[in-house]
């Protein structure tokens, strides 16, 4: 096995060429531009790779920078892209009008009153014209047409996706012989909507890539308090050749230069096209003869400072990606996450039910063993319904993540069209149909070929015998327990020796239903939630989504009885706290509360499930968290501290569920879903607002004085509108809990 010394040592040959930003030409585009704001927008990245492209702006990846914002010149012409149109938004700020002006002065050469085609962006029509461009809006179908009466196109790149290849190539052309392309997307919103490959498929990059320009996945942060600066930081370590240079041989790399390298090179190469000629060949003979030096692994990481090894992920991913059925094989790294499938262990034919009024994965209590393909045969009725197919359910991918402890991208899926399909993961996983929202098909018999059993256990459905004496002792790497409220899907080790999981279910289905209560919404779901085990999840030690995903410490809780009836807080708060982000509303959280009024639903699943009073809550833990109310009102109630303290300010909601109950607390979260107390709130003021009024009209008690207390801000018109109720404020609430409750 060749090391990565050896490896890096290689680059000598590669014929790597210093280039990075244009210093003139980013002075151009950032004119009169200290800082671009996209509130609520995940920005995404922009791929810099090509010999004449550059980077603009950057945000910040964890302690390195990616690019948000890129420039190329390709032949005669000038390209533009950035991570997402929000960068643009306001044109009334005057910073995001003038990049906008100055985008589009710079892809027209300077050119006075240059034509502007609008086949997207239309808010920036008003800005453009009155600095004295010929705006025109075209469709599609007009644009090859329309681009000898253009200078600049502001494109609609994501619409081009279905486009002919020669509108594509049209668009190429026209850019080369002098015309000026823009568009900005965030393509991990992109790929989410159409499911497809973003270098294949999204017609902006299909047009772009050929300069070395490409919209990225994944997303940035601001890199002030909340915009992005044009700091000028890592303009050049951000472009891929250059960041490939800093591993030439005599090169003195700082480990924080090599972490930045790192995490250039990942996107980069995840971006760029199979046919790419600019970077990948380079990167390709970089990689050449790691071998296992390029597993990641819970007990070898692969770190940002070891970018070669890391290089040959995501060209491993890259390549198993776009590789066909026929050359399906396992992935090395299979047998340490998720786990290998014992040769010996034999591979079935079966057909399933799948109920099709039920939306998402339906599990089938089958798994694929790694680089092993499934072929699923499906009745002729079914071709049409937008069925998928899904093998894996660790879903979460790590490529912006600083250390990988297993490969970043381990769940595939496809389609479903044809009446048999052939498909697998290099990785094996959990094998599930994927069923779209509203489909028809009632109970569909679907037969699978070519996989493995599995430990699958639904309460109500399955018996306790069957589980006993067989299906437990299934030997597939993974299992699931099931009810239609939740299903946890857990590394089989973990139920061999579970008795009974019916018992089991019955108090997690109770927590489910508390959660419904306290939500307003039926306690019979539309589907089941899902909650999934993995050696490494994207961020924290849990996160909320479908699937809910957590670590691999947490499955012997999760299966343990005692500790899911019995343990309250202690050891059930993670699983009702991202349960409650997934009932969380936003029309009743306003900024400062995302970690907080989930954590409502957290308070009420312990008490509910463990009998675990608000008062006694572990986590809460009101003795402590009282010192902390006082010193928050001794110091004169700064609402930015409450916003930025999710317990400080949960204590101000458990003052209310400890005056007034939990019954308050539903009715008033329901009244949003009823409409009750009129319009839903359309400001972040406005949301507060209705907080205070409609909680205050569920009890009858005027809550102003209290919320003002808090020092969380309302208006005058609010506070007068609930006058005539009796005020509510005892007057030692600022000691926290207990205080003095009414009779």
Known sequence: MRSIAVAVACLALVGCRPVGASPADVAVLLRDVKQVVAPGAWVGTVAVFGDDAFTVLTGRSGKQ????????????GRIVLGG??????NQQIPDQAALATNVVTWLAAGKAGARVLLHGHAGWEATLTKAGFKVTRVTTAQLPAALSQGDVLLAAGGQLDNAQPAVIDAIAKWIENGGGYFDAIPIWGWM?????????????????????????????????????????????ATHAQQALARLLPGATVTPEELAQVGTTLTSAA?????????????????????????????????????????MACVLQNNALRRASVAELKAHPAAATFPGAVAAEVPRVTRTVAVDTATPAWASLGLYAAPGEAVEVTLPDAALKAGLGLRIGCHTDTLWGLESWQRFPEISYATKLTKTTTRFGNPF?????????????LGRLEVKVAGAVEMPLFVRGVTSLDDWKTRLRGLQAPWAELATKKIILSVPASVVRTLDDPEALLAVWDKGMDAQADLAGIPRDRPRPERM?????????????????????????TMVDIAKMRDGGAKNCWGFWHELGHNHQQGAWTFDGTV????NLF??????????????????????????????YFADGAPFDRWKSDPALALMMYAQLQQQFGWDAVRKTIASYRTNAGGEQPKSDQDKRDQWMVRFSRTVGRNLGPFFTTWGVPTSDAARKSIEGLPVWLPADIKNGIPFTMEK
């Open 84 to 89: 997402h149109e929000g960068l643009f938004g």
């Open 192 to 236: 989410q909507v159409t499911g497809r490959d973003h270098a294949a498929d999204c017609g902006s990059n299909r047009i772009t890539a050929r300069a070395g320009l490409m919209v990225a996945d994944g997303g940035v942060d601001p890199t002030g308090k909340a915009a992005w600066v044009t700091d000028g930081v890592a303009l050049d």
């Open 595 to 598: 970690e907080v009024t989930n």
């Open 602 to 631: 957290s308070l009420y699943s312990c008490e509910v499930v463990s009998g675990e009073k608000v008062v006694d809550s572990s986590w809460l833990n009101p003795a402590k968290r009282s010192e902390t109310v006082r010193k």
């Open 270 to 310: 995840g971006a760029a096209p199979a046919d790419d000629r600019l970077l990948m060949p380079k990167l390709a003979r970089l990689i050449a003869g790691l071998g296992d030096a390029a597993l990641p692994t819970a007990k070898a990481p692969l770190k940002l400072t070891n970018p070669v090894a890391r």
């Open 428 to 440: 094996g996983g959990v094998v599930y149909i994927d069923v779209p929202g509203g489909c028809k």
């Open 65 to 76: 920078r990616l690019p948000i914002l890129g420039a190329a010149r390709y032949g005669q």
């Open 532 to 556: 999934a085990c993995d050696q490494q999840i994207s961020a924290g030690y849990m996160h909320s989504g479908y699937p809910i995903m957590t670590w691999l410490d947490v499955p012997p």
